[in-house]
């Protein structure tokens, strides 16, 4: 059993930068693709990013290439979005998953991430 814990999140203005932590506990993530998805409001929930087991491979929605990166730290059993100029249309409640034992590649999709955490609000205003 896996326990992913986001934090981070927090109000700030467009341009600004912030960084989303999420923190496994339970089981290590290092066998693990990991994924960041947002769910704004009065919308369904999105991909964002995703990162191999190894970190050796990465992948971002569109609207986010550029700004944001994900990086992964196995040792301390974490994943992180750097999010950079910050806007409006980013704020959202931001979800950290799991997708355990998968050595292929990365995952875009929610289906097939085994666990998820209970999200982290992202509010950037104009």
């Known amino acids: 059993q896996m326990r992913l814990v986001e934090s981070g999140g927090g109000l700030v203005q467009a341009g600004d930068s912030l960084r989303l932590t999420c923190t496994a506990s339970?089981?290590?993530?290092?066998?693990?693709?990991m994924g960041w998805f947002r769910q704004a409001p009065g919308k369904e929930r999105e991909f964002v990013a995703t990162i191999s087991w190894n970190g050796g491979l990465t992948d971002y929605t569109d609207s986010v290439k550029g700004r944001f990166t994900i990086i992964r730290n196995n040792a301390e059993n974490t994943v992180q979005l750097q999010m950079g100029v910050l806007k409006p249309e980013d704020t959202a409640v931001y979800y950290c998953?799991?997708?355990?034992?998968?050595?292929?590649?990365?995952?875009?999709?929610?289906?097939?991430?085994?666990?998820w955490g209970q999200g982290t609000q992202v509010t950037v205003s104009s």
């Open positions: 339970g089981r290590s993530i290092n066998t693990s693709i």
């Open positions: 998953a799991a997708d355990i034992d998968t050595f292929l590649g990365t995952r875009t999709t929610e289906s097939g991430y085994d666990y």
